[in-house]
């Protein structure tokens, strides 16, 4: 059974910054796509980032690009967010997920099958 476990959300002041943190198990890490989404009050779910299964591409929401960085350390089955700068507006409950095909990289066309419980982030002015 595959299993995210997100941490690492919390309370930020405006321009602050926060690491993210989701590990994995139930399947061969290495071999899967991974990436965060992020769902804010009243706002349907969006996507945020995701990495190649090799980690050799890495794609980013418009919003996020320059702020944010994603990465992955196979050896220890967790992918990771970096969030700079944070903005009022980045405030949300952020999910991690994974792809279902092994290899496979849809880059902005990331459709996860499978999902974490989500950590809160709230960031203020």
């Known amino acids: 059974q595959v299993q995210l476990v997100e941490s690492g959300g919390g309370l930020v002041q405006a321009g602050g910054s926060l690491r993210l943190s989701c590990a994995t198990s139930?399947?061969?890490?290495?071999?899967?796509?991974a990436g965060w989404f992020r769902q804010a009050p009243g706002k349907e779910r969006e996507f945020v980032s995701t990495?190649?299964?090799?980690?050799?591409?890495?794609y980013y929401a418009k919003s996020m690009k320059g702020r944010f960085t994603i990465s992955r350390d196979n050896a220890k089955t967790t992918v990771y967010l970096q969030m700079n700068s944070l903005r009022p507006e980045d405030t949300a409950v952020y999910y991690c997920a994974t792809e279902g095909v092994a290899y496979r990289d849809p880059g902005l066309s990331f459709r996860p099958t499978y999902w974490g419980q989500g950590t809160q982030v709230t960031v203020s002015s």
């Open positions: 139930g399947r061969t890490f290495s071999s899967y796509t």
């Open positions: 990495i190649s299964w090799n980690g050799r591409s890495t």
